[in-house]
């Protein structure tokens, strides 16, 4: 096996390892996703909106009953029994109105309730994968140490580096290329070290953020150059 195709192992081993993560992370995130979906009674009557429900039956069944008295007005002559016939409207539209928007509330909590038990039972399931994703993931990443000597996985994002090296001619193995980016991320970080701590060069600037403007602050203190002299006021 050539170091190139050594490379490209590892790269294939860091790509497995990367899905092992984050099929971690996405079997979290469905627990997370599916917790939006159990709600509690509360949440159920607020979103049915009997009250709404309830004035808009309530508005149907006075109409059906002003319709119906009208009707048997005009029929009879009666007024009694055109009064007698629109209450009677009116009243039993109203209760089955009623009666009809408990029923489907009462049914709403009802489906609400298996649907939380659902959810809560996939939840239970997705919580109880975790543990076995979590050891794959731990003994595949156990596997890339000993297959890949050259590079740790924590380290897997310098791999295409290691791999310029080797192209190039910087670096006869993975293992030279691996040494030589370790040196020179040590030398980086050692010059980062001393860059901050340089002292800091402020401009004229910054400076005058810092202190103030020293032209305005003399002129500011500066006696004049000629005095007026006072008035004598003639006796």
Request: hydrophobic residues 40%; charged residues 30%; contains cysteine.
């Amino acid at each position: 096996m050539t170091e190139l195709e050594r490379v490209d192992q590892a790269v294939e081993y860091f790509r497995r390892y990367d899905q092992k993560r984050s099929a971690i992370k996405q079997n979290r995130e469905n627990q997370e996703y599916l917790k939006t979906y159990i709600h509690d009674e509360d949440h159920v009557v607020k979103n049915f909106q009997l009250t709404t429900k309830r004035a808009k039956a309530l508005g149907i069944s006075a109409g059906a009953g002003l319709v119906l008295f009208l009707l048997v007005f005009f029929i009879t002559k009666s007024i009694i029994a055109a009064i007698v016939l629109g209450a009677f409207a009116l009243i039993g539209i109203s209760v089955f109105s009623v009666c009809l928007q408990h029923y489907r509330l009462t049914a709403a909590k009802q489906k609400q309730v298996e649907i939380n038990e659902g959810i809560t039972e996939q939840i239970e399931i997705l919580k109880a994968r975790e543990p076995q994703l979590i050891q794959d993931k731990e003994n595949f990443r156990a596997g890339i140490e000993k297959r890949v000597p050259f590079i740790s996985v924590d380290d897997r994002k310098y791999i295409g580096e290691i791999r310029k090296m080797i192209e190039s001619g910087d670096a006869a193995t993975a293992e030279d290329a691996a040494a030589m980016l370790e040196q020179k991320l040590l030398m980086d970080q050692f010059t980062n070290i001393m860059e901050q701590s340089e002292e800091k060069v402020y401009t004229a600037e910054e400076n005058k953020e810092r202190f103030g403007d020293p032209l305005e602050l003399i002129k500011k203190k500066r006696k004049p150059l000629f005095r007026r002299k006072p008035k004598v006021q003639n006796a």
